[in-house]
């Protein structure tokens, strides 16, 4: 059972724009859940990561909005720019543990 | 300071034929886990150590084993690989202060192509 739903699998964006990943989870026992970047050869990289006490996270370009109610958690990135262009991971943590349930990814890509 | 590294870089093998792959952790990190991911599947988590003892453990079968030495490094093993064990398997390592909110860095991977 697939245990964080990620969305859409890949997204096209104009320079400039704003890229939005949605990611659903179902498992209350979450208590992190962070945002990675993966280029191509690379490992993932923690991008910005959120706790469910917070509703939203800012961090330069990059926003988390967190809707624990529908558990629910989104990635806004602003200002796109054609080095955002890469793969980006959500994940639920559980409590207290370093097991990442991860989503299937989204592949951004910005126009120049 | 260097970062999670992983050998080899790349491998092949045959059916049947066992691996075993190697992490460093970034130096002062304690934790070391490791992830498959694949195209279909994405990452999933395989297993986590801490001290030299498996703290957490993904759904995968006992082929997929793991251990930890004394100064964090870290292996892990396969036996009597499938085509399906195809993947690039990720280390990543945390210094394991406050458990999941600690941040988790992952190396560059180890790309399994099983034959």
């Known amino acids: 059972q697939q245990q964080v739903k990620q969305s859409p699998q890949s997204l096209i964006v104009q320079k400039g724009g704003i890229s939005i990943i949605n990611c659903a989870y179902e498992?209350?026992?979450?208590?992190?859940f962070p945002w990675y970047q993966q280029f191509p050869g690379k490992g993932p990289a923690l991008l910005i990561a959120?706790?469910?006490?917070?509703s939203e996270k800012k961090e330069g370009r990059f926003t988390i909005s967190f809707n624990k109610s529908a558990k629910q958690f989104s990635l806004h990135i602003m200002d796109s720019q054609p080095g955002d262009s890469a793969t980006y991971f959500c994940?639920?943590?559980?409590?207290?543990?370093?097991?990442?349930?991860f989503g299937t990814g989204t592949r951004l890509k910005v126009l120049a | 300071k260097a970062g999670v590294t992983q050998t080899p870089r790349y491998l092949i093998k045959t059916r049947g034929q066992q691996v075993t792959l190697s992490c460093s952790p970034i130096?002062?990190?304690?934790?070391v886990s490791w992830y498959q991911q694949t195209p279909g599947q994405g990452l999933q988590f395989l297993f986590e150590?801490?001290?030299?003892?498996?703290?957490n453990k993904g759904n995968f079968p006992g082929r997929f084993s793991g251990r930890q030495f004394s100064n964090s490094r870290s292996e892990m093993n396969v036996s009597t690989l499938e085509l399906g064990d195809s993947a690039l398997y990720l280390c990543?390592?945390?210094?394991?202060?406050?458990?999941?909110?600690?941040?988790?860095?992952f190396g560059p991977g180890t790309r399994l192509t099983v034959l």
């Open positions: 990543a390592s945390s210094i394991a202060g406050q458990g999941s909110t600690d941040t988790q860095y």
């Open positions: 498992n209350t026992a979450f208590d992190y």
């Open positions: 959120i706790r469910p006490d917070v």
């Open positions: 994940a639920g943590a559980y409590a207290g543990t370093y097991k990442y349930i």
């Open positions: 130096s002062g990190h304690r934790s």
């Open positions: 150590y801490f001290s030299e003892t498996q703290r």
